[in-house]
């Protein structure tokens, strides 16, 4: 269980760190000491418990070229992080 638990940590960081670079070449500032309070292991929207159901194609069609899912500038512009 140990290799799974970590891949969850590992994931939330490579897309934060897509998130913050895409924020900053928008030219918007995001400070080192604000990104020190954020941490990669909160387990909030994880379910833990039950079944979730996953169209794995659809999911798979989401990916980028490079194998990435999107980040979520809609979500970004309701709380009113982009210009």
């Known amino acids: 269980m ?44 994880i379910n833990f418990f039950g079944v979730i159901n996953v169209d794995v194609e659809a999911e798979l069609a989401k990916l980028d070229t490079s194998g990435w899912r999107p980040l979520r500038p809609a979500q970004l512009r309701d709380l009113g992080l982009t210009p």
Not at 4 to 17: I, L
């Open 2 to 45: 140990a290799p799974a638990a970590a891949v969850r940590p590992a994931w939330a960081t490579e897309y934060y760190s897509r998130a913050v670079l895409e924020l900053r070449s928008q030219g918007r500032e995001v400070s080192d000491e604000i990104l020190s309070h954020i941490s990669p292991g909160h387990s909030d929207n």
